[in-house]
C-alpha cells in the first residue's frame, strides 16, 4: 500500500446468496476493488447482528459494508429490508457519537453483477479514506490479575462493605425478588457468606453474582448496615479483573457504545432532540444532564418508545418555570452501566470526560432526569472524586423547589386522574428520593394509587446494567405489571427510562399470562407532567 | 440430536493448508510471507502448501500431513469455499476431523484474481486467515441434519419437463403427482409449451395418455396447489381440483413450470448494464435469466417451499454451485422462469429427476445443520423470533416450573438467523455463524490489520 496514505480497515458482511454470487462474479471477472475490504460471509444481511457494527468500531473498523441481494428479492423474503431498516438506526446512533453516517453501507446487488459491486466498494472504499480513520483511543488489553491479589481485595471489600457483620438473619432474604422466581438463586448474603469462608475462585465465576438486580432491597433492611450491593459491585469487578464477564444484554451493543465514549473524544451529535421552541443556554449556572434517551431511542428503534421525548419534556417544564438550563454536546454516558458489569477502568475515563466538561461549564446545580446518572454521580463519582463541587439533583427535587418557589404552576384541574407509580431502585431505594416525584405528580392534578410493593420497598423491573437477562427477568417483570394493572390506575408512571424500557418490553411479546393482567401503558414522569402544564 | 462432542479450550490448535490453484493463487499471493506470518500465531501448529489440494495428489498430502500434525480445526486457504462438503472435508472426515471444523478462506476470488498489488493482496490474505483461525476455534464439531424422505414426488407442470420428469420418476418405481391448472393441457398429447422436441436426441416426452396409464402416476391436469406444508423429506400437498380438495404427502418437488396466470407475469427487466449475463458461458446452453423474475403469485409457491425468491433459484444454480442444497429434494427448473430452450428443459428435468430417484431410494437425506439453536437458559421466553420467522419454525414450549421457551423445529429452519438478532438475548445462536464465531472473525481481521 502506497506510503503515507491513510488506508482504512473496512470489513463487508455479504449474505450468502446475490452477494456472495456477486463476489464470485467480481472474482471471475477480474473487477478489481481495494484490498481493504474484508469479506465475513453471513446467511443473510438481516442476521447480522447490530453489536457486530459498534463492536467493529469500536476495535478498529473504519467502515462497514452490508452486502445483500436486491430490494424484494431477499431469499428468505424479508431479511434485507429488517437489514435496511436496522442500518438507518445503527447510522443514528453512529451520528450519535460522533463518527459519520457515512461509515456504515448498504449495498444491494444483483447475484450476477461482480463490475457493479467491484465499482460499488471501490467507492466506499473512497469515501472511507476521506473520513479519515476511526479514532481509537487506547487499545489496552485488559490484563489479567493473579488470583492472590484478588483475594486481598476481596478481604479489601468484605471491610469496606462491613460485610463481616453479616449475622445471616434472613431479613434481606424475605425481600429479594429473585429467589420467588428461581430458587436457587444465591442471593448477596449468600455471596458474602461465600466470601467470609474464603471460597474467592467459585465466587467470581458465579454466574449469580450478574444475576442479582442490585436494586438494594437487602441494603435497606439490613439491621447492621452491610452494603450487599456495593459488595456485589465490587467483586463483580475483580471478576471481570480475572476474565469473567456477564452474558450482556443485545450482546453488547450498549456496553460497546459506552466503550466509544469513554475511550474517545469525538464531537458528539446528541442535541437533536431539543424542540425548536425550547430555550437552552450554554452560560446557565444549571446544567441538565440529559442521559442516554436518544441512543437508546437508535438502539431500540423498534420498540418505538420514543424517549428523547423526556428530555424534550423536561426542558419544557424547566422554560415554563423560567428557568434555562445549559445542555452540552459533551455530556457522556454516565458509565453506570459499565461499573456495574465490572468495567471500571472505562468507567472511570467516562467519570473524568463528564467531570471535566461540567467543571469547564461553570455549572453550580446539575440536574439528572436518569435515576442512574444521579446515583453514579451521587455516589460513586464522590467515591472516587471526593465531594463535588456542584449541587446534584434529581430532576423531581428541582422541580419541587422551582415549585415551592413559586416558579412552577399547573393548571387546576377538576377530576385528578389515576395514577400508579414504579420507584426505580436506583432513585427510590439507593438515593432515597420517594416523595419529591409524588409530591409534583399530584400538584398535577394526578392521584397516586400505590402498588403493593411501593417507595422502599418497591419491586424492580427485573434488570441492571444489562446482563444476564432470563425467563426469572421476564417474571419479575410481569408480576410487576401485574401489581401496576391491579391498582386500577390508568397510566404506570416512571422516572427511570429503563425501568421503561424493561417493563414494556415484558409485555411487548407473547407472554404467557392474560393480557388483561398486565395491559397498562408505561410513561415517564416528565411526560405525564409536561402534558399537564398550561397550554401556551 | 446426537450428544455434541465438546473441545476442551486448551485442546483448541489450527493447521492451515494453503492451495496455489496451479499458480492462479500463487503466482499472485506471496505464500511464504503468509506463513511466515500465521506460523507466529499461538494457536497455529502448522503452515503447509501445495499447488493445487483438490487434485489427487494435494489429497493425498493433506492427509498425510494431518496425520503428522494433528490438530483440532483445519482452516484452508484456496478457492470459495462450498457448503461444507468437499471432496477436501471429506478426506479430512476420514481422518477424524469433523467438517464442521474445517473453515476455507477465498484466496482466489476475493483476493488473487481482484487485487493486482501482490503485497496488498498477500496481506489480505493473511487477514483473512487470521480471522477464519479465530473463528474455526470457537466451531464444535457437529453432525449433519438427517431426515426421513417420503416415496413420492411432485412435479408441477405439464410441460415437456415435467412429463419426462415425471415418466423417469414412475419408472424408478415411485409415486408420482403431476399438477397443472386448467386450460394450459388442451391437446392430448400434452401442453408441449417449450417448443419442438429434442427428437434428435429421442427424447420426446410421452403423451398424458401414456403417462396417465403408467402405474404410479396420479393426473392433476386441472387443479391448482392450494399449500405446501412441511420441510425437507416430508411435504404435505394440498391440491384445488374441480371436485375438491385433496392432500397427499411427497419427499421431493419438481417446479418446472408456473401456471401461465402466473408465467404471464414475467418480466424482462431492462437491459441495464451488469443485469444482464450471467457469466456462466461457453456451455452453449441458454444461461440463466437474470432478466426474468418469479411474479408474485409464483414466489408464493417458492415461499410455500422454504425457496428464495431471488432470481437465483434454479437447478442451473443449485447445481453449479450449492451441492449440498440438492440433497433439500426441491427443484426449481429454469423452465418454470420462461426457459426457451427445449434441450436444456429437458436435460435440467432429467437431471432434477435423476437426484430426486437418488433421495429417495436412500430413504433418508442429510442437510448441513446451519439453524437456529435456542440457548434455553437465556432465553426468557418472550417470542420476538417467532415473529419474525418466515417459516414457522420456531414456537414457544413449556418447561418445567411453567418456563417457556423458544424451541426450533428443525425440519422448518432455513437458517436465515434473522432470530438471532430479534432476540435481545443473545438466546438464539445460528450454528456455524454464531455471533461469538463472526466477532471472532472481524477481530481476527482487525488484529491482523492494526496491531
Same mark, same amino acid.
Request: proline share 4%.
Given at each position: 500500500?502506497?506510503?503515507?496514505?491513510?488506508?482504512?480497515?473496512?470489513?463487508?458482511?455479504?449474505?450468502?446468496?446475490?452477494?456472495?454470487?456477486?463476489?464470485?462474479?467480481?472474482?471471475?471477472?477480474?473487477?478489481?476493488?481495494?484490498?481493504?475490504?474484508?469479506?465475513?460471509?453471513?446467511?443473510?444481511? !438481516?442476521?447480522?447482528?447490530?453489536?457486530?457494527?459498534?463492536?467493529?468500531?469500536?476495535?478498529?473498523?473504519?467502515?462497514? =459494508?452490508?452486502?445483500?441481494?436486491?430490494?424484494?428479492?431477499?431469499?428468505?423474503?424479508?431479511?434485507?429490508?429488517?437489514? *435496511?431498516?436496522?442500518?438507518?438506526?445503527?447510522?443514528?446512533?453512529?451520528?450519535?457519537?460522533?463518527?459519520?453516517?457515512?461509515?456504515?453501507?448498504?449495498?444491494?446487488?444483483?447475484?450476477?453483477?461482480?463490475?457493479?459491486?467491484?465499482?460499488?466498494?471501490?467507492?466506499?472504499?473512497?469515501?472511507?479514506?476521506?473520513?479519515?480513520?476511526?479514532?481509537?483511543?487506547?487499545?489496552?488489553?485488559?490484563?489479567?490479575? =493473579?488470583?492472590?491479589?484478588?483475594?486481598?481485595?476481596?478481604?479489601?471489600?468484605?471491610?469496606?462493605?462491613?460485610?463481616?457483620?453479616?449475622?445471616?438473619?434472613?431479613?434481606?432474604?424475605?425481600?429479594?425478588?429473585?429467589?420467588?422466581?428461581?430458587?436457587?438463586?444465591?442471593?448477596?448474603?449468600?455471596?458474602?457468606?461465600?466470601?467470609?469462608?474464603?471460597?474467592?475462585?467459585?465466587?467470581?465465576?458465579?454466574?449469580?453474582?450478574?444475576?442479582?438486580?442490585?436494586?438494594?432491597?437487602?441494603?435497606?433492611?439490613?439491621?447492621?448496615?452491610?452494603?450487599?450491593?456495593?459488595?456485589?459491585?465490587?467483586?463483580?469487578?475483580?471478576?471481570?479483573?480475572?476474565?469473567?464477564?456477564?452474558?450482556?444484554?443485545?450482546?453488547?451493543?450498549?456496553?460497546?457504545?459506552?466503550?466509544?465514549?469513554?475511550?474517545?473524544?469525538?464531537?458528539?451529535?446528541?442535541?437533536?432532540?431539543?424542540?425548536?421552541?425550547?430555550?437552552?443556554?450554554?452560560?446557565?449556572?444549571?446544567?441538565?444532564?440529559?442521559?442516554?434517551?436518544?441512543?437508546?431511542?437508535?438502539?431500540? &428503534?423498534?420498540?418505538?418508545?420514543?424517549?428523547?421525548?423526556?428530555?424534550?419534556?423536561?426542558?419544557?417544564?424547566?422554560?415554563?418555570?423560567?428557568?434555562?438550563?445549559?445542555?452540552?454536546?459533551?455530556?457522556?454516558?454516565?458509565?453506570?452501566?459499565?461499573?456495574?458489569?465490572?468495567?471500571? !477502568?472505562?468507567?472511570?475515563?467516562?467519570?473524568?470526560?463528564?467531570?471535566?466538561?461540567?467543571?469547564?461549564?461553570?455549572?453550580?446545580?446539575?440536574?439528572? &432526569?436518569?435515576?442512574?446518572?444521579?446515583?453514579?454521580?451521587?455516589?460513586?463519582?464522590?467515591?472516587?472524586?471526593?465531594?463535588?463541587?456542584?449541587?446534584?439533583?434529581?430532576?423531581?427535587?428541582?422541580?419541587?423547589?422551582?415549585?415551592?418557589?413559586?416558579?412552577?404552576?399547573?393548571?387546576?384541574?377538576?377530576?385528578?386522574?389515576?395514577?400508579?407509580?414504579?420507584?426505580?431502585?436506583?432513585?427510590?431505594?439507593?438515593? *432515597?428520593?420517594?416523595?419529591?416525584?409524588?409530591?409534583?405528580?399530584?400538584?398535577?392534578?394526578?392521584?397516586?394509587?400505590?402498588?403493593?410493593?411501593?417507595?422502599?420497598?418497591?419491586?424492580?423491573?427485573?434488570?441492571?446494567?444489562?446482563?444476564?437477562?432470563?425467563?426469572?427477568?421476564?417474571?419479575?417483570?410481569?408480576?410487576?405489571?401485574?401489581?401496576?394493572?391491579?391498582?386500577?390506575?390508568?397510566?404506570?408512571?416512571?422516572?427511570?427510562?429503563?425501568?421503561?424500557?424493561?417493563?414494556?418490553?415484558?409485555?411487548?411479546?407473547?407472554?404467557?399470562?392474560?393480557?388483561?393482567?398486565?395491559?397498562?401503558?408505561?410513561?415517564?414522569?416528565?411526560?405525564?407532567?409536561?402534558?399537564?402544564?398550561?397550554?401556551? | 440430536?446426537?450428544?455434541?462432542?465438546?473441545?476442551?479450550?486448551?485442546?483448541?490448535?489450527?493447521?492451515?493448508?494453503?492451495?496455489?490453484?496451479?499458480?492462479?493463487?500463487?503466482?499472485?499471493?506471496?505464500?511464504?510471507?503468509?506463513?511466515?506470518?500465521?506460523?507466529?500465531?499461538?494457536?497455529?501448529?502448522?503452515?503447509? &502448501?501445495?499447488?493445487?489440494?483438490?487434485?489427487?495428489?494435494?489429497?493425498?498430502?493433506?492427509?498425510?500431513?494431518?496425520?503428522?500434525?494433528?490438530?483440532?480445526?483445519?482452516?484452508?486457504?484456496?478457492?470459495?469455499?462450498?457448503?461444507?462438503?468437499?471432496?477436501?472435508?471429506?478426506?479430512?472426515?476420514?481422518?477424524?476431523?469433523?467438517?464442521?471444523?474445517?473453515?476455507?478462506?477465498?484466496?482466489?476470488?476475493?483476493?488473487?484474481?481482484?487485487?493486482?498489488?501482490?503485497?496488498?493482496?498477500?496481506?489480505?490474505?493473511?487477514?483473512?486467515?487470521?480471522?477464519?483461525?479465530?473463528?474455526?476455534?470457537?466451531?464444535?464439531?457437529?453432525?449433519?441434519?438427517?431426515?426421513?424422505?417420503?416415496?413420492?414426488?411432485?412435479?408441477?407442470?405439464?410441460?415437456?419437463?415435467?412429463?419426462?420428469?415425471?415418466?423417469?420418476?414412475?419408472?424408478?418405481?415411485?409415486?408420482?403427482?403431476?399438477?397443472?391448472?386448467?386450460?394450459?393441457?388442451?391437446?392430448?398429447?400434452? =401442453?408441449?409449451?417449450?417448443?419442438?422436441?429434442?427428437? *434428435?436426441?429421442?427424447?420426446?416426452?410421452?403423451?398424458?395418455?401414456?403417462?396417465?396409464?403408467?402405474?404410479?402416476?396420479?393426473?392433476?391436469?386441472?387443479?391448482?396447489?392450494?399449500?405446501?406444508?412441511?420441510?425437507?423429506?416430508?411435504?404435505?400437498?394440498?391440491?384445488?381440483?374441480?371436485?375438491?380438495?385433496?392432500?397427499?404427502?411427497?419427499?421431493?418437488?419438481?417446479?418446472?413450470?408456473?401456471?401461465?396466470?402466473?408465467?404471464?407475469?414475467?418480466?424482462?427487466?431492462?437491459?441495464?448494464?451488469?443485469?444482464?449475463?450471467?457469466?456462466?458461458?461457453?456451455?452453449?446452453?441458454?444461461?440463466?435469466?437474470?432478466?426474468?423474475?418469479?411474479?408474485?403469485?409464483?414466489?408464493?409457491?417458492?415461499?410455500?417451499?422454504?425457496?428464495?425468491?431471488?432470481?437465483?433459484?434454479?437447478?442451473?444454480?443449485?447445481?453449479?454451485?450449492?451441492?449440498?442444497?440438492?440433497?433439500?429434494?426441491?427443484?426449481?427448473?429454469?423452465?418454470?422462469?420462461?426457459?426457451?430452450? =427445449?434441450?436444456?428443459?429437458?436435460?435440467?428435468?432429467?437431471?432434477?429427476?435423476?437426484? &430426486?430417484?437418488?433421495?429417495?431410494?436412500?430413504?433418508?437425506?442429510?442437510?448441513?445443520?446451519?439453524?437456529?439453536?435456542?440457548?434455553?437458559?437465556?432465553?426468557?421466553?418472550?417470542?420476538?423470533?417467532?415473529?419474525?420467522?418466515?417459516?414457522?419454525?420456531?414456537?414457544?414450549?413449556?418447561?418445567?416450573?411453567?418456563?417457556?421457551?423458544?424451541?426450533?423445529?428443525?425440519?422448518?429452519?432455513?437458517?436465515?438467523?434473522?432470530?438471532?438478532?430479534?432476540?435481545?438475548?443473545?438466546?438464539?445462536?445460528?450454528?456455524?455463524?454464531?455471533?461469538?464465531?463472526?466477532?471472532?472473525?472481524?477481530?481476527?481481521?482487525?488484529?491482523?490489520?492494526?496491531?
Amino acid at each position: 500500500m502506497s506510503e503515507g496514505r491513510f488506508e482504512p480497515t473496512i470489513i463487508a458482511f455479504a449474505c450468502a446468496w446475490s452477494a456472495s454470487s456477486a463476489l464470485l462474479e467480481a472474482g471471475k471477472g477480474k473487477h478489481e476493488y481495494p484490498a481493504n475490504v474484508k469479506v465475513l460471509k453471513v446467511m443473510c444481511s !438481516g442476521s447480522i447482528d447490530p453489536a457486530l457494527f459498534v463492536q467493529g468500531f469500536e476495535n478498529g473498523v473504519d467502515g462497514i =459494508a452490508v452486502i445483500g441481494c436486491p430490494q424484494n428479492e431477499c431469499h428468505y423474503g424479508t431479511g434485507n429490508t429488517i437489514a *435496511e431498516d436496522r442500518l438507518a438506526h445503527m447510522k443514528h446512533l453512529l451520528e450519535l457519537l460522533g463518527l459519520d453516517s457515512r461509515r456504515i453501507s448498504s449495498l444491494w446487488v444483483a447475484s450476477s453483477d461482480g463490475q457493479g459491486l467491484a465499482n460499488a466498494l471501490c467507492g466506499f472504499v473512497d469515501d472511507i479514506r476521506e473520513l479519515g480513520p476511526v479514532p481509537r483511543g487506547n487499545r489496552e488489553k485488559e490484563e489479567k490479575v =493473579a488470583v492472590e491479589e484478588v483475594k486481598d481485595e476481596i478481604k479489601f471489600l468484605i471491610e469496606e462493605t462491613k460485610a463481616y457483620k453479616c449475622v445471616e438473619c434472613g431479613k434481606c432474604t424475605v425481600v429479594c425478588p429473585i429467589p420467588r422466581f428461581e430458587p436457587e438463586f444465591a442471593m448477596p448474603r449468600i455471596v458474602v457468606l461465600r466470601s467470609l469462608e474464603g471460597l474467592t475462585e467459585h465466587l467470581v465465576d458465579d454466574k449469580d453474582i450478574w444475576t442479582c438486580t442490585t436494586c438494594g432491597l437487602c441494603n435497606s433492611l439490613c439491621p447492621f448496615k452491610v452494603d450487599y450491593c456495593g459488595f456485589i459491585q465490587g467483586l463483580r469487578i475483580q471478576a471481570r479483573s480475572l476474565g469473567h464477564q456477564p452474558v450482556c444484554s443485545h450482546r453488547g451493543l450498549i456496553h460497546s457504545s459506552m466503550r466509544i465514549m469513554a475511550k474517545t473524544d469525538l464531537k458528539q451529535n446528541r442535541l437533536q432532540w431539543i424542540p425548536p421552541e425550547c430555550k437552552v443556554s450554554e452560560s446557565s449556572k444549571i446544567l441538565y444532564f440529559t442521559g442516554c434517551l436518544s441512543h437508546f431511542d437508535a438502539i431500540f &428503534s423498534d420498540r418505538k418508545l420514543g424517549l428523547s421525548n423526556i428530555s424534550a419534556a423536561t426542558l419544557r417544564i424547566m422554560n415554563s418555570a423560567g428557568v434555562v438550563p445549559n445542555v452540552s454536546t459533551q455530556e457522556r454516558c454516565c458509565g453506570h452501566d459499565l461499573l456495574w458489569t465490572g468495567d471500571e !477502568g472505562n468507567f472511570l475515563k467516562l467519570m473524568d470526560k463528564n467531570l471535566s466538561f461540567i467543571r469547564q461549564s461553570g455549572a453550580e446545580k446539575v440536574v439528572f &432526569s436518569c435515576p442512574e446518572c444521579y446515583r453514579t454521580f451521587a455516589v460513586d463519582y464522590q467515591e472516587f472524586e471526593g465531594d463535588l463541587e456542584f449541587d446534584l439533583l434529581h430532576m423531581s427535587e428541582y422541580l419541587g423547589q422551582l415549585m415551592d418557589e413559586g416558579k412552577l404552576t399547573f393548571p387546576k384541574r377538576e377530576t385528578t386522574i389515576p395514577v400508579t407509580y414504579h420507584d426505580s431502585c436506583r432513585l427510590g431505594i439507593h438515593m *432515597e428520593v420517594i416523595d419529591a416525584p409524588r409530591r409534583l405528580l399530584e400538584a398535577a392534578g394526578m392521584n397516586i394509587l400505590e402498588m403493593e410493593n411501593t417507595k422502599n420497598r418497591s419491586y424492580c423491573c427485573g434488570n441492571c446494567a444489562w446482563t444476564n437477562c432470563s425467563s426469572t427477568t421476564m417474571k419479575i417483570q410481569l408480576e410487576r405489571m401485574k401489581q401496576a394493572k391491579s391498582t386500577g390506575a390508568s397510566y404506570l408512571l416512571t422516572s427511570d427510562p429503563k425501568c421503561q424500557i424493561h417493563l414494556s418490553c415484558a409485555t411487548s411479546g407473547d407472554i404467557p399470562i392474560e393480557k388483561d393482567l398486565v395491559d397498562i401503558p408505561v410513561k415517564d414522569i416528565a411526560i405525564a407532567l409536561a402534558e399537564l402544564l398550561p397550554k401556551t | 440430536m446426537p450428544e455434541e462432542k465438546h473441545i476442551e479450550d486448551d485442546c483448541r490448535t489450527v493447521a492451515v493448508y494453503l492451495c496455489g490453484c496451479k499458480g492462479e493463487i500463487s503466482d499472485r499471493i506471496d505464500f511464504e510471507a503468509i506463513a511466515k506470518r500465521i506460523s507466529l500465531l499461538p494457536d497455529t501448529k502448522v503452515v503447509l &502448501s501445495h499447488d493445487a489440494l483438490c487434485s489427487g495428489e494435494g489429497r493425498a498430502f493433506v492427509k498425510e500431513k494431518i496425520g503428522e500434525n494433528a490438530t483440532s480445526h483445519v482452516v484452508i486457504g484456496a478457492c470459495p469455499p462450498g457448503w461444507l462438503e468437499t471432496p477436501l472435508t471429506q478426506d479430512l472426515g476420514d481422518v477424524g476431523v469433523n467438517k464442521y471444523l474445517v473453515d476455507q478462506v477465498d484466496l482466489r476470488e476475493q483476493c488473487a484474481w481482484v487485487h493486482s498489488n501482490v503485497e496488498e493482496a498477500s496481506a489480505k490474505a493473511t487477514a483473512l486467515i487470521r480471522g477464519a483461525i479465530q473463528r474455526a476455534l470457537k466451531q464444535e464439531p457437529l453432525e449433519d441434519m438427517t431426515f426421513a424422505v417420503q416415496g413420492a414426488a411432485l412435479v408441477v407442470g405439464a410441460g415437456d419437463a415435467g412429463l419426462i420428469a415425471a415418466q423417469r420418476i414412475a419408472a424408478s418405481g415411485f409415486k408420482v403427482y403431476l399438477v397443472d391448472v386448467p386450460g394450459r393441457v388442451t391437446s392430448d398429447d400434452g =401442453a408441449h409449451d417449450i417448443g419442438k422436441a429434442d427428437s *434428435e436426441r429421442c427424447r420426446a416426452p410421452p403423451s398424458i395418455e401414456t403417462l396417465g396409464s403408467t402405474e404410479g402416476v396420479k393426473l392433476f391436469l386441472t387443479s391448482e396447489i392450494e399449500s405446501i406444508d412441511g420441510g425437507v423429506g416430508r411435504w404435505n400437498v394440498a391440491v384445488r381440483t374441480q371436485e375438491g380438495k385433496e392432500e397427499f404427502d411427497v419427499g421431493t418437488i419438481l417446479i418446472t413450470a408456473l401456471p401461465p396466470s402466473q408465467a404471464s407475469d414475467l418480466v424482462r427487466a431492462s437491459a441495464e448494464p451488469g443485469r444482464s449475463g450471467s457469466g456462466e458461458a461457453g456451455d452453449g446452453s441458454t444461461m440463466s435469466t437474470p432478466g426474468k423474475k418469479p411474479s408474485e403469485d409464483a414466489k408464493g409457491i417458492l415461499r410455500m417451499l422454504h425457496i428464495g425468491r431471488g432470481e437465483d433459484m434454479t437447478v442451473r444454480h443449485l447445481l453449479s454451485r450449492r451441492l449440498p442444497d440438492l440433497n433439500r429434494g426441491v427443484f426449481v427448473l429454469e423452465s418454470s422462469v420462461g426457459l426457451e430452450n =427445449a434441450i436444456s428443459a429437458i436435460d435440467d428435468a432429467t437431471s432434477a429427476a435423476d437426484i &430426486s430417484i437418488d433421495i429417495m431410494r436412500r430413504k433418508t437425506t442429510s442437510i448441513p445443520r446451519i439453524i437456529a439453536r435456542v440457548e434455553e437458559y437465556r432465553c426468557r421466553g418472550c417470542g420476538k423470533c417467532a415473529d419474525v420467522c418466515e417459516y414457522d419454525a420456531v414456537t414457544l414450549v413449556e418447561r418445567e416450573g411453567g418456563i417457556r421457551v423458544a424451541h426450533i423445529d428443525e425440519l422448518r429452519c432455513e437458517g436465515c438467523g434473522l432470530c438471532r438478532v430479534a432476540c435481545c438475548n443473545g438466546s438464539m445462536a445460528l450454528l456455524g455463524y454464531t455471533t461469538t464465531q463472526l466477532l471472532a472473525n472481524m477481530m481476527g481481521i482487525i488484529e491482523e490489520m492494526s496491531p
